[in-house]
């Protein structure tokens, strides 16, 4: 979803492929659910997979947005697509604790690369957070559009506050200029842990039902 | 939702944030009535509120959009959508007609504003007025996208004919060049009145309706 | 929907404002049987005739936006769409072959246009193929979300595969450096050869069909 030049060390170009293909699984497997065919299922999959990076792309002028210039990230999300529509016709469901597991991996890598390409461009910390949850949110709320739901992170188990909070982690402990990337480990971390925790607890935000008169 | 540089005058950045608290309370009732949680409700209120100003800087590559490097904005909605949660949560009702006249002021504000960016990028008149209107009515389109719901706009009240007519009146009033800001002025009156009358009447654009076969 | 400097022969102007005129009002009877008002006639005709011109200039930096510049486009989709609204009213509906062959050609123009423009950009060759068929098709997807429904391309006879065919024809046929146009040419020609049969012999893809469990 975009790592920008400063991530360019073979790790992290790794995790941010690694993202790219399990948030592709993620689509494919919703377009799956509404029935669409081959091409739907290939197009949702990559707007799950790209669209985060891409707009905030856009909105920071953070040109050219990744995958124009390097087209892995196209394959990537292509073959893990067509992969798990073959998989799943071919022998069994995937198994879901790993994909949700892979899922918040893929979250707290974006939600990180988000975070930082926004603060190379200088902006305010306020602005800087919700960029990097906007970067690990948004392709699925895109997903969601498309498939005609209300998108699953505003109404299920906590997922954007663990991006906030990986977020907000990563703002604080910047200034401290800790050795190595450690502060973008804690940040994962952060992420990862809330979220695996927000699944195995099913911890959710309080709702706000407003019913009726506005 | 983004006063351009010669905006910046204290009177338009102040009615510029009213215009995104207004719009950011829309936001969150809306998301209410759909039971969304916390986090849905505050990312519905930023996306009604920067949605449109961002999308027009976007497409006129007006760099950087507003909340980048100025996050009152941000704070601004998010606080405005906060105490909307409170108010309703824990007193009653807010007045829908105040929110009606608000609504209508954070319009006129915004088609301007809207409208005048894009004047300042030497577009065509005519673009200008489309951008104008896109403005004023793409934050409520995203947010009813978003809440599955086909846009209000597109099937109520006058509501993007007065961003439209105000936007005219802009644009036909610039060349007089009028001393202060008359124009603008005049401008935000058009949409202003055309609004809260087409609210008081309940006017409405004949719509064109199309069954069966194409 | 957007046609680069390079293209500014006549001959493809005048067939980019063809496309343009018929996703227009292909827009226009979508938005008509939603039951939407005059303005939402207008603002769907406008976003299926432009969108996904300007959703690939955004992505790929390329501005001015065509229609920001020369306003013949929102001109031509305009009046495309108001014609439109007249034409079903007082007389008959559209023949609806003649417009799916109409709807057939400015694909074809798009998808020839976007992929052009992508590989002036230098992008690899298949983000090229993949901008081309995004030009041709996000028009109709993002018609369709706000129409809320399901995009009709994902599941209905085969669209989207015959805007990837072409894009590719043009990728491969460029390196020849046929004279006069004949690689654009071909490439157009795939599109509508493809997207006829489809449509003749109501040819889909195998759908991907994932019912229950994840």
């Not at 492929?17 to 699984?25: N, P, Q, R, S, Y």
């Not at 990563?170 to 990337?181: D, N, Q, Y």
Request: net charge neutral; glycine share 10%.
């Amino acid at each position: 979803m975009g790592a920008p030049r400063m991530f360019s060390s073979t790790w992290f170009y790794a995790f941010d492929l690694f993202g790219t293909a399990v948030f592709a699984i993620a689509g494919a497997l919703t377009a799956g659910r509404k029935g669409m065919d081959l091409f739907g299922v290939l197009v949702v999959a990559l707007v799950t997979a790209l669209g985060g990076g891409t707009l905030r792309d856009m909105i920071l002028d953070h040109h050219p947005v990744s995958w124009i210039r390097d087209d892995t990230y196209i394959l990537v999300a292509c073959l893990a697509a067509l992969g798990t529509v073959l998989w799943v016709r071919f022998t069994r469901p995937l198994p879901s604790t790993w994909l949700l597991v892979a899922d918040a991996f893929g979250l707290a890598v974006f939600t990180v690369i988000g975070t930082e390409v926004a603060l190379q461009h200088d902006t305010p910390i306020s602005t800087a957070i919700i960029m990097g949850a906007m970067t690990g949110v948004a392709g699925g709320v895109i997903r969601d559009i498309i498939c005609n739901e209300i998108p699953l992170i505003f109404h299920k188990e906590i997922y954007a506050t663990a991006c906030l909070s990986g977020a907000v982690c990563l703002v604080v402990l910047k200034p401290f200029g800790l050795p190595g990337a450690l502060d973008t480990g804690l940040a994962m971390l952060t992420v990862l842990g809330i979220r695996l925790a927000a699944i195995r607890w099913h911890l959710a935000l309080p709702r706000f039902q407003l019913l009726g008169d506005r």
